[in-house]
């Protein structure tokens, strides 16, 4: 840490995952001032009543253990069902049908990551990464011994990438580009244009895309939810995905790895031989919940997305007007989509706060709210707040993050 500030248990020289630093910040909380803890770090929506999952999720799931038919082991590449059903989501908002070969079935979203990036390791390997961005990438990278490149995403432009530094930072051993759509943790939603650039970039480059989309259709501002897919006949897409975010059952452990490519890239049959010998090494999602997907994919109301996007909007709207009372704090693009924002801490009006880092374990001591420190993102003195949570416990959190800013803040400041 810089000038001698204080860690609190937090090595900022090694990869900080999301769910590692929110337990310390959890173990940080002073349980004697009685106050009920306000998590604003965790983008799981699913522990608020507000949000919850639709009961067609609910009964597939049900039907699948009662019919007795899915107790034994699934196929290692996903069973057959439910890659078919997959595809046919996808395939819905694509200029092309996409095979149940193309799917690959993974236990969620994290797995489909390290699988991306195992297909994708050589020796002398690099990936191009966005700061901020989602930690667990440069984790699997670093397992695998791919280096990593960040280039910037930028505020001022709606967190779009900088294609000047990916043109800057790509050479010959640059095996991929990561796009975050929906972003975590901006809260972005990029425009058909600025996907078409990024994929015309790449292809210039000749290097794939990874197209982590999690959050898809998660969108709420005035951009529409593009799938990268839509582009794979520029360029081949790693197309990454989950029920976690969309259906509000991140427990539930199932994702997807798709190669989202018409021209056959993928296809080659070295590629889809390597492919299929990782995933007999890995365990995939249990084999009721993968029988349930196709009943929850074809069988999901419109109204129950609508209800989730409504709420996502309220409550990015509420987190927004809150954050403007917050003078340490401000929001340089209001969210367009996903779960987060990141809004910029201003440490020059506060008297005793270091960093991110600090302001977020003494918020979580002295106020037992929890947000995430930008460090943890790739973005050093910056914020993450989670929003997909119950509006009055939002609206409490925010109101103890001002109160601990009028504390902490600087006296001229204050009178003025």
């Not at 609190?8 to 001032?33: F, P, Y």
């Not at 803890?37 to 949000?51: E, H, K, Q």
């Not at 078409?196 to 989309?213: H, N, P, Q, Y």
Request: hydrophobic share 40%; with cysteine; glycine share 8%.
């Amino acid at each position: 840490m810089e000038n001698g500030a204080p860690n609190h248990g937090v090595d900022t020289g090694s990869t900080i995952t999301i769910k590692g630093i929110l337990s310390l910040l959890m173990a940080n909380i002073d349980e004697t001032n009685n106050k009920r803890v306000i998590s604003l770090g965790m983008g799981d929506p699913s522990a608020y009543s507000c949000f919850h999952t639709t009961h067609v999720a609910e009964e597939a799931v049900v039907d699948a253990i009662q019919s007795e038919k899915f107790n034994g082991y699934a196929p290692t590449v996903g069973l057959p069902q439910t890659r078919r059903a997959i595809a046919e989501y996808l395939s819905r908002d694509l200029p092309y049908k996409l095979s149940s070969d193309d799917v690959f079935v993974t236990s969620g979203c994290t797995q489909a990551i390290d699988v991306a990036l195992a297909m994708l390791a050589r020796p002398g390997a690099n990936v191009l990464l966005p700061r901020p961005g989602f930690p667990i990438y440069e984790l699997c990278a670093g397992f695998r011994n791919i280096e990593v490149r960040y280039f910037d995403l930028l505020p001022e432009k709606g967190w779009e990438v900088d294609l000047n530094a990916i043109e800057a930072l790509a050479d010959q051993n640059t095996v991929g580009l990561v796009v975050i759509n929906p972003g975590n943790p901006c809260g972005n939603v990029y425009s058909y244009e600025h996907l078409k650039k990024i994929a015309e970039t790449a292809k210039r480059l000749r290097i794939l895309v990874i197209a982590d989309e999690v959050y898809g259709h998660l969108a709420f501002g005035k951009n529409p939810f593009v799938p990268m897919g839509i582009f794979g006949s520029e360029v081949p897409v790693l197309t990454l995905g989950s029920l976690s975010k969309r259906w509000i059952v991140p427990g539930w452990r199932l994702g997807w790895f798709v190669t989202s490519d018409p021209c056959g890239a993928f296809r080659e049959p070295k590629t889809i031989k390597r492919i299929k010998k990782y995933f007999d090494i890995l365990g995939g999602p249990a084999t009721f919940i993968q029988a349930a997907v196709p009943h929850i994919l074809e069988q999901t109301e419109e109204v129950f997305f609508k209800r989730t996007i409504n709420l996502l909007k309220q409550a990015s709207d509420v987190c927004c007007e809150k954050i403007k009372e917050i003078r340490c704090i401000s929001c340089p693009h209001k969210p367009e989509g996903s779960m987060a924002v990141m809004v910029k801490l201003n440490l020059s009006v506060l008297e005793d706060i270091s960093d991110d880092i600090d302001f977020c374990f003494k918020l979580a001591k002295e106020e037992s709210v929890i947000i995430l420190p930008g460090t943890a993102v790739g973005l050093k003195n910056w914020l993450r707040i989670t929003f997909a949570v119950d509006p009055s416990f939002l609206e409490e959190g925010l109101r103890r993050t001002k109160s601990f800013y009028q504390r902490h803040a600087k006296q001229q400041i204050l009178r003025c």
